[in-house]
């Protein structure tokens, strides 16, 4: 008996033959992306990590606005609405935010036709001296003041416009595959003797970029998947295929009817604004509802609405109250009711309890990757993940350079190499995802064009030196 054939299978010739094919393909699909893609999603990481503190430095940069040393019981909300109505007695009353808690102000909201989209006025007014503490302009349901808007502006489109949403929709939809692909990459490494979870501090120059960037990108994947499939929801192309989604499936977030006979429901959804180009309200149907403020208020949390709550103050005669409770920190529900401001009545109720699962997810991930859901916890930790994939993406533009393109490029032509088994599927699942989420569907479409070309070139060359 030859020993030979026992031998082969383990050192001869045919054992990288016999290695699967996907692997290849997988790491120049993470090469590709981390050199094409990874500098938008640096700049997406930079612009994520400002938007995480967002929330705490708003508190600190508008503290005259949102705090009071005033001492005393608070005077009505009614009294409070008609203060800030007389120092805006030229535009026209929307809502109004009583205060949450003692020492924090109420939050009196205009509509305002020199703003932009989703762009309210608001007076802030100390609730014991229902005096104005000063005024600002507000941006969309979560009431975010100048600071926070600019810089989340910024991270969203780089205040470039519609043009703009393009670069964040473009790191968001390679985010997780670039995460999960690392994995797969890292994972397959660490079987064949490698460090999975730990940074080797006695390896240096490229082994140590290596080692950093395969480990901290482990520690963060699930992180990084997260911020993809939230930061989607945001977008323009794959977002409106998600709202289809969701919409066809019943997984949309419902909504409450401000229409005293139920034929016209409120704007509801994960990220509602508030339409400017509403009609204007009638003077005296919105000086009447001032005066019911606090019975409504007091119907709605006698019907169980707790915590800090939007209160809509309807501009006709036959629109109810809408009162809602607002995102915050360990605020895990955002239930609303249309209330009858004549006969102090529930018309509709829209009870968090009973929205489908895929929008209660839909809601605790928007908040969460906003850094509200856990209050300065959930930022910090979102701040350290923003931290940690700048670190990844460094290290890894480090590895390409300390060996070069020409070097560090992992072999061409892996998809040339898939048996038809296969490329069929995989063909399927890229024209599927592609078409779900466009950009990354053309992306992958010119990445493996010019990994099929580098590979036709390569292999015309190895033909033509032998």
């Known amino acids: 008996m030859s020993t030979t054939g026992t031998v082969v299978p383990e050192i001869g010739p045919e054992r990288p033959d016999r290695s699967p094919p996907r692997p290849s393909l997988v790491m120049r699909l993470h090469f590709y992306a981390g050199i094409f893609v990874g500098p938008f999603i640096l700049i997406a990481a930079l612009t994520g990590g400002l938007y995480a503190l967002a929330p705490t430095a708003e508190n600190i940069l508008y503290s005259d606005l949102l705090t009071t040393d005033s001492a005393g019981p608070a005077a009505s909300v009614a009294e409070q609405v008609t203060a800030a109505t007389q120092v805006r007695p030229d535009l026209s009353l929307d809502a109004v935010r009583p205060e949450t808690e003692p020492g924090t102000t109420t939050r009196v909201m205009f509509t305002d036709p020199s703003l932009g989209e989703s762009e309210r006025r608001a007076v802030f007014v100390d609730p014991v001296t229902a005096e104005s503490v ?5 941006y969309g349901s979560s009431n975010a003041l100048p600071a926070r808007t600019w810089i989340s502006g910024f991270h969203r489109h780089l205040h470039l416009g519609e043009p703009g949403r ?30 999975l979870l730990t940074v080797d501090r006695s390896s240096k120059g490229r082994a140590r970029n290596r080692n950093w960037h395969g480990s901290v990108g482990i520690w963060i994947a699930i992180g990084l998947v997260f911020l993809s499939a939230t930061g989607l929801t945001w977008s323009k192309y ?5 709202t289809e989604l969701r919409s066809s499936l019943n997984w949309a977030t419902p909504g409450v009817s401000s229409s005293i006979s139920g034929d016209a429901p409120a704007p509801s959804g994960d990220h509602a604004g508030h339409d400017m180009s509403a009609m204007a309200p009638e003077a005296d149907v919105v000086s009447a509802g001032i005066g019911r403020l606090d019975a409504v208020i007091g119907t709605a949390r006698a019907a169980g609405l707790a915590g800090a709550v939007e209160v809509t103050i309807p501009a006709t005669a036959d629109t109810a109250f809408v009162v809602a409770q607002t995102r915050g920190p360990w605020v895990f529900s955002t239930s609303s009711l249309a209330i ?3 006969t102090n009545s529930i018309v509709d109720t829209n009870w968090f309890s009973e929205w489908p699962m895929a929008a209660k997810l839909a809601a605790w991930g928007i908040a969460l990757h906003m850094g509200i859901l856990f209050g300065i916890a959930n930022q910090i930790a979102l701040a350290l993940l923003a931290v940690a994939l700048v670190t990844v993406i460094v290290r890894g533009y480090l ?68």
């Open 399 to 466: 590895m390409w350079w300390q060996r070069r393109p020409s070097a560090s490029a992992p072999p061409a032509g892996g998809l040339r190499r898939l048996p038809v088994r296969q490329l069929v599927p995989l063909a399927a699942i890229t024209a599927v995802i592609g078409w779900f989420v466009p950009l990354l569907g053309i992306s992958v479409l010119v990445f493996l064009l010019v990994d099929a070309l580098l590979g036709l070139r390569r292999r015309a060359s190895t033909s033509e030196s032998t």
């Open 238 to 242: 794959a977002g409106e295929n998600i």
């Open 166 to 195: 393009i670069y964040s929709e473009l790191a968001a939809s390679w985010m997780w595959v670039v995460a999960l692909g690392g994995v797969v990459l890292w994972v397959r490494r660490y079987r064949r003797g490698g460090r």
């Open 340 to 342: 009858d401001g004549n």
């Open 134 to 138: 000063g005024e600002s302009v507000v």
